[in-house]
């Protein structure tokens, strides 16, 4: 039976069909590893969320994290799974080896994550903060920082999170006021609140390592006055044992639509005893370390969410017999399954583009992440920099914009059921509509793909993409036909982007230019996603049946009933609309 979680047989297909994943095997960072090894870890990850992940996902989004004043209490099956990765190494199947890590390639490590998050977005959370934490830590902490909070991360003895939010700052980092005050012996004591801190609070580990923008008196104003600190829960002894409990507190739980099996809280400090991580002010630049792959790993959650919500929605259209073709007149004939209707499968064909294609673009962003991480030269991995700078913000934003919408289209296929707690469909819908305000809105991560990532040292992130957009261009032209007219479309909307965005900037209209910059996200992001179908397109080659003509007809829709939809955005975005600057607040 096929599993409802995730595809193994797509991700097979992405992996060793298309990204070719075997190939890194031949790089030194990679080489203890082949494809039996990285097939076996999507073996174990499909177990783990099968049997530890999704059986209690239902649970947790019922029973939220409670707070009695003092403790916080979860449910024991969250323990439970955290363990049971912890005790398989998936923790730390990234890291290298001379952290006790597996060393394998992101990409792989990405697409066994999948699993768990698709499983149980809640409980894969506690997770993806910890490994997060600790890929920060490994490379800015001091060796005796890795010793005493790293290593017991990825061995699932402490847990991480990140504190950046502040109550009245939100996203705007800048105007944070939590405080770092030096106390003469190394350390500081922190003073101030968090919000929105996920996982800051529980008893399903010995620690939990909190990693806290904060200002020491003193700075520059801004962003550039800004450190990063470790502020453990416990503090820990120099032989490692967990030492007295830090000034480190929380107010309360915060109650959210989705995503209720992870804690969410305000965070206080009372003089909190913290470790500076590398130098003084450079808290942001260290930070972003942990907010980039947390932005990918955000994409990837929405990714799942939106796939397995797909699945569910395909093995209900298959079961569900209702209605009969539009041609049968005749009401004594038996009813069809739902999955023959022209409109149902349109629905179908629209979360499977969103879904796949969205895969597609997470696990193409890990392997850049690979392809760095084992670049031969520094040039080399300056142009992989490039080309995922400006990636990023579409992993992060598109799945976190149209995975919700293959959940709403999930839920409209199932009809009445769709809305019913007895169904996933609709915790799905919920649980994955946080994502796209994680990590940074989708306004936030436009103005930094508008104001930052295209026009960064003379555009060069737009011309690598532009660069690796027309090697599959040539591909397609080369095999001709079809691709070939797939190709012409993709490559006239990219153009057509190009050309509006250097117009754009042109004007000297920044603030109108600037406006309209979620509409120039979106664009954007339906084109890279063409893109990532047109690559499966020729991938799957003439086979006209089966899986690959079920990937060929997704990229044929897609191109037919999506891409489309950037001709109107990009004009409105060339004619420089002052429609939203010109509202005033009292007209509304």
């Not at 946080?434 to 990532?453: A, C, P, V, W, Y």
Request: aromatic content about 8%; proline content about 4%; charged content about 20%.
């Amino acid at each position: 039976m096929r599993s409802t979680i995730m595809s193994r047989r797509d991700l097979d297909f992405l992996l060793f069909e298309w990204l070719d994943v075997e190939e890194l095997t031949k790089r030194t960072r990679f080489a203890e590893h082949s494809r039996e090894t990285f097939s076996d870890v999507l073996d174990l990850c499909e177990e783990l969320a099968t049997r530890y992940f999704a059986p209690h996902n239902k649970k947790s989004d019922q029973n939220e994290p409670s707070f009695d004043g003092s403790t916080v209490t979860v449910i024991p099956e969250v323990k439970q799974a955290l363990d049971a990765v912890a005790d398989a190494g998936i923790l730390s199947m990234g890291m290298d080896e001379a952290l006790g890590g597996a060393q394998l390639p992101a990409t792989i490590a990405q697409a066994g994550f999948s699993w768990l998050s698709a499983a149980n977005i809640s409980t894969s959370g506690y997770l993806m903060l910890t490994i997060a934490n600790a890929n920060l830590l490994a490379k800015f902490g001091t060796p005796e920082q890795i010793e005493t909070f790293v290593k017991p991360m990825l061995a699932g003895r402490f847990t991480g999170t990140m504190a950046l939010s502040e109550p009245a700052a939100g996203s705007s980092l800048a105007d944070i006021t939590t405080r770092a005050e030096p106390s003469g012996d190394g350390t500081y004591r922190l003073f101030g609140s968090k919000m929105w801190i996920s996982g800051a609070e529980h008893e399903m580990s010995d620690n939990i390592v909190h990693l806290v923008l904060a200002k020491i008196p003193g700075g520059s104003p801004g962003t550039k006055g800004i450190s990063l600190f470790i502020v453990p829960k416990f503090l820990v002894d120099a032989d490692g044992s967990i030492g007295a409990r830090n000034d480190v507190s929380i107010s309360g739980l915060n109650h959210k639509m989705g995503q209720r099996g992870i804690t969410n809280t305000v965070l206080n400090f009372n003089g909190a005893t913290g470790y500076l991580v590398g130098e003084q002010h450079r808290g942001i630049v260290y930070m972003f370390h942990m907010m980039n792959e947390a932005r990918l790993g955000v994409g990837m959650g929405a990714v799942a969410l939106g796939y397995t919500g797909y699945l569910k929605s395909l093995e209900y259209a298959r079961e569900r017999p209702q209605g009969r073709p539009i041609t049968s007149k005749d009401p004594t004939t038996p009813q069809v399954p739902i999955i023959e209707h022209a409109d149902v499968k349109r629905m179908l064909l629209a979360q499977k583009s969103y879904a796949e294609g969205a895969l597609a673009l997470a696990l193409y962003c890990a392997r850049i992440v690979d392809w760095q991480d084992s670049a031969d030269s520094d040039d080399e991995r300056d142009e992989l920099g490039l080309l995922l700078d400006i990636l990023t913000p579409i992993a992060k934003s598109w799945p976190s914009q149209w995975c919700v919408e293959a959940n709403s289209l999930a839920i409209q296929v199932l009809g009445g059921y769709g809305y019913t707690r007895e169904y996933d469909v609709e915790q799905h819908y919920r649980d994955n509509r946080l994502n796209s305000i994680h990590e940074g809105t989708h306004g936030i991560q436009s103005l930094d793909l508008l104001g930052r990532k295209v026009t960064q040292r003379g555009g060069a992130s737009l011309s690598a993409l532009g660069g690796a957009i027309s090697k599959t261009l040539a591909a397609a032209n080369v095999v001709g036909g079809e691709s070939a007219k797939l190709a012409a479309q993709l490559d006239a909307s990219w153009q057509k982007l190009v050309a509006v965005t250097m117009s754009m900037f042109a004007s000297g209209d920044a603030e109108a230019a600037m406006a309209n910059s979620a509409i120039y996200l979106e664009a954007f992001g339906h084109i890279v996603i063409a893109w990532m179908w047109l690559e499966q397109f020729l991938v799957a080659g003439d086979n006209p049946g089966g899986f690959y003509g079920g990937k060929r007809h997704a990229a044929r829709y897609f191109f037919a009933y999506e891409l489309p939809r950037t001709a109107p955005q990009l004009l409105l975005l060339e004619s420089l609309d002052r429609t939203t600057l010109e509202m005033r607040p009292d007209w509304f």
